[in-house]
Antibody, heavy 119, light 106 residues
């Protein structure tokens, strides 16, 4: 069945970077875009950006421009989200989510990766 | 594009009809999705294109609207429907979510 499996929880110090992976299975990896969404403790959902696994093109929310990098490895059907210059405000659960054309939303989600930023 | 959901929370009983609204700061045609999220879980897609039910989602869920005003309706609330619901606009980047509506048991 279609699924996205994310890497495990991370604890980072302020100023560090984190790289979260999302491995896809059960469908053709390059056919669907991958979104990244985060959720701070007790807060709502925040869209971070999107990557097209076929060509590697990306679009990032302005809030994260310059700090986020989304990449993919087609040989392992895995996408990555790296966030740098971490602060406590980046403590959140990070989700990857699959989408086709935007109109159809995101129908398959990863289980989430908790990133904690603490000194 | 900003999305404003209302109410932010509501209390309802099993069997109640529940309506959640989502207003966009500018017209987004039908580029709107609704998600359900339970504590500790990833969001689940309920509706896309404002009114199309995602496969496998019970028919008690329905969506309507176009332009700037949208609604999610649960026709008869079931125990498993107590959760937080989010709308998301898919018209233009950055894709944005509403603030969420928490549906609690009365």
């Amino acid at each position: 069945q279609m699924q996205l499996v994310q890497s495990g929880a991370e604890v980072k110090k302020p100023g560090a970077s984190v790289k979260v992976s999302c491995k896809a299975s059960g469908y053709t990896f390059t056919t669907y875009d991958m979104h990244w969404v985060r959720q701070a403790p007790g807060q709502g959902l925040e869209w971070m950006g999107i990557i097209n696994p076929s060509g590697g093109s990306t679009s990032y929310a302005q809030k994260f421009q310059g700090r986020v990098t989304m990449t993919r490895d087609t040989s392992t059907s895995t996408v990555y989200m790296e966030l740098s210059s971490l602060t406590s405000e980046d403590t959140a659960v990070y989700y990857c989510a699959r989408g086709t054309t935007l109109y159809y939303g995101t129908d398959v989600w990863g289980q989430g990766t908790t990133v904690t930023v603490s000194s | 594009i900003q999305l404003t959901q209302s109410p932010s929370s509501l209390s309802a009983s099993v069997g109640d009809r529940v309506t959640i609204t989502c207003r966009a700061s500018q017209g987004i045609s039908s580029y709107l999705a609704w998600y359900q999220q339970k504590p500790g879980k990833a969001p689940k897609l309920l509706i896309y294109a404002a009114s199309t039910l995602q496969s496998g989602v019970p028919s008690r869920f329905s969506g309507s609207g176009s332009g700037t005003d949208f609604t999610l309706t649960i026709s008869s609330l079931q125990p498993e429907d107590f959760a937080t619901y989010y709308c998301q606009q898919l018209k233009s980047y950055p894709l944005t979510f509403g603030g969420g509506t928490k549906v609690e048991i009365k």
